[in-house]
């Protein structure tokens, strides 16, 4: 299993992002996917997820409105979609999935809020 974010950066508030995950050695249309972000000094919170054909998804009240999660499982990616961007979304986001016990993350990317 291997799970690739892509799409970190700078951006000033109230700005947009999209982070973007390709997952790899799994039947991605199978399994439901999660976004979940890490601040320096905080816990990793979960940010979003939705299920395996997309048709339900749930968020952190801390982004609701703000950010969407959608997923193409015919290119077996998982996007985030971040609206409205606050100083307090800067954090590391990360791609997440599991099977069973096992759990599966990819390694981050950075998303930085700042003027």
Do not use: H
């Not at 499982?73 to 599991?98: F, G, H, I, R």
Request: glycine letters at 12%; a positive charge; hydrophobic letters at 35%.
């Amino acid at each position: 299993v291997q799970l690739v974010e892509s799409g970190g950066g700078l951006v000033r508030p109230g700005g947009s992002l999209r982070l973007s995950c390709a997952a790899s050695g799994f039947t991605f249309s199978s399994y439901a996917m999660s976004w979940y972000r890490q601040a320096p000094g905080s816990e990793r919170e979960l940010v979003a997820t939705i299920s395996s054909a997309g048709g339900s998804t749930n968020y952190a009240n801390s982004v609701k409105g703000r950010f969407t999660i959608s997923r193409d499982n015919t290119k077996n990616a998982v996007y985030l979609q971040m609206n409205s961007l606050k100083p307090e979304d800067t954090a590391v986001y990360c791609c997440y999935t599991w099977m069973g016990r096992m759990n599966y993350w990819g390694k981050g990317a950075l998303v930085t809020v700042s003027s």
